[in-house]
């Protein structure tokens, strides 16, 4: 069967992409709804809104935030105009390397699949620190316990496991439900400064374009853009959803449009309950409070008390909805002979990709214990998780996925030039291009800030260590890929075709049977 790859392989060996149901995820599982609910929880806003945003304004010293989330919400529309149309004609649950494959070739894709299961992994093990902390502060404040961050956060790890073994149609009513409570939670907030604004008044200056100047703005940038984390998902559960080549490009319109809007109101809502003037030093001083703190003034103590408790649930749906898409990465690589060949198959009982569910779990249990065992204070230290394990791993993923989004635009252009057509998808390639110089942009000045982005002293190792683990992905897995095409040229040809000709004969049949 024909799969709509050349290759320059002299002889090439046949390309055989339909490996049994076994090692075909269960489609018709999620709708748009499901899909966007699942997707949207990564970007936890709960945790944007108390963490990120606080730290983007009193660390980085950008009052124009609101600004910077509607300048990266149109950087980011520009990107999912190439990657939609890309999800059309490539439904694979390893996305951005599938992408890259069928774009950039195969030793690409080895290269980017590596980064992603890198870069994914470290923005869900980033996220443990911050929850396990959380919980540790509500055991102080309401029982009157000392819990050290690491029980609950190991305890998260299992629950999240158990969750990834079952059918993704419950987990996206999982996510589905967290998410919704929490939005509305925030909303009520940003209603409510709005209503007691600050001793400014109702300002739009955080809208000024002046104030995106500073020092930090490449860190800012970082930090932004990390909040939009999973809006790029959407095409992972391709293979999972009901006419995948309609739902996953809108699904991903909708995400970008409802998070660039969700948070540059909320952000611009911090700046008004606080004063625009004011931001920066009372986020500075009040750091991942400063929300509550608000809420506390206007809203009353029981609502504090209850966002505290929904900020641990919106955390446990974002790590929740990490965990699912590196499974799914790791299915589609072992799928693909880029992982053992467990990792590419699924649970009989619910279709998830089980092995690969324990993979993550597994990366996530080591690296939790690890910074545990460098914590030793008696009760665990309670800001260690925050600014080393979330900081840490957050920024590298941030940087690993900015990465990706900039080398599936470029592939994107590449794989309908190779195609033959370009002229009539030149506006898409056009969007895809700018989108991808801006990324680029956004991924170097990160690695320029990147101390400043982990709080490393001037000339720590840290500046250089923690990106070059993306670097060392990037690397190895190419390296890999040319390892492959040398000796093993079936393997490295069929790198990001998946299980599609399975597929397409599937939608065929259905097409007929209308």
């Known amino acids: ?90 439904h694979n649950a390893g996305a951005f390397y599938a992408y890259i494959a069928r774009g950039l070739g195969p030793t690409a894709g080895a290269g980017a699949s590596l980064v992603a299961l890198v870069a994914y992994s470290a923005m869900q093990v980033g996220v443990y620190g911050i929850l396990g902390f959380e919980i540790s502060g509500i055991f102080a404040t309401y029982l009157d316990i000392e819990l050290a961050w690491w029980i609950p956060a190991l305890l998260a790890v299992a ?53 995106l100047t500073g020092a930090g703005l490449g860190t800012a940038l970082c930090f932004c853009i990390a909040a939009f984390v999973g809006f790029e998902q959407s095409p992972v559960y391709a293979e999972e959803t009901s006419k995948p080549h309609i739902v996953v490009s809108r699904v991903m319109f909708l995400a970008v449009g409802f998070v660039a809007l969700f948070f540059a109101f909320s952000a611009w809502a911090l ?4 004063g625009p003037s004011e931001v920066v030093k009372t986020s500075a001083e009040a ?36 965990h699912n898409v590196v499974a799914r990465y790791a299915f589609a690589m072992g799928r693909e002979g880029l992982l053992p060949a467990a990792f590419g198959r699924t649970n ?78 030149v506006w898409r390639l056009a969007a895809a291009g700018a989108a991808g110089l801006a990324l680029l942009g956004i991924a170097v000045y990160t690695v320029k800030d990147f101390g400043v982005l982990v709080g490393a002293e001037k000339g720590s190792a840290l500046s250089w260590a923690l990106p070059g683990i993306i670097g060392a992905a990037v690397v190895i897995g190419l390296l890999y890929g040319a390892l492959l095409r040398r000796r093993r040229p079936e393997v490295h040809a069929r790198i990001g075709l998946g299980n599609e000709a399975f597929r397409l004969d599937q939608a065929a049949e259905a097409d007929t049977g209308d």
Not at 271 to 274: G, K, L, P, S
């Open 348 to 425: 009989p009982g619910t279709g998830a990709p089980g092995t690969g569910s324990l993979l993550q779990t597994g990366i996530a249990t080591v690296v939790v214990i690890a910074f545990a065992v460098t914590d030793d204070l008696p009760a665990g230290d309670p800001t260690a998780p925050v600014l080393h394990l979330f900081t840490w791993m957050g920024s590298v993923g941030a940087l690993g996925i900015t990465l990706l989004m900039a080398a599936a635009s470029f592939a994107v252009i590449a794989f309908f030039v190779r195609r033959g057509t370009a002229g009539a998808q």
């Open 271 to 274: 700046t008004v309950a606080t």
């Open 1 to 90: 069967m024909p799969t709509g790859r050349s290759t320059t392989l002299q002889d090439p060996p046949e390309i055989r992409t339909y490996k049994g149901q076994d090692r075909a995820l269960r489609a018709d599982r999620l709708g748009t709804a499901g899909l966007l609910l699942s997707v949207l929880a990564a970007s936890a806003p709960l945790m944007v809104v108390a963490g990120v945003m606080p730290t983007t304004f009193g660390v980085m010293g950008i009052v124009g935030q609101p600004l910077l989330f509607v300048i990266l919400g149109i950087v980011l529309a520009l990107f999912s105009i190439g990657y939609a149309e890309m999800s059309r004609h490539v």
């Open 159 to 211: 629950a999240v496991a158990a969750l990834g073994w079952l059918k993704i149609d419950l987990n996206a009513k999982v996510l589905g439900v967290l998410l919704l409570i929490e939005c509305v939670l925030v909303v009520i907030f940003d209603v409510a400064a709005l209503g007691q604004p600050g001793p400014e008044g109702l300002s739009l200056h955080a809208f000024n374009p002046e104030t």
């Open 287 to 322: 750091g991942p409070g400063l929300l509550f703190q608000l809420t506390q003034e206007r809203l009353g103590g029981t609502f504090t008390d209850v966002l505290h408790v929904l900020f641990v649930t919106g955390m446990f749906a974002a790590v929740l909805s990490f």
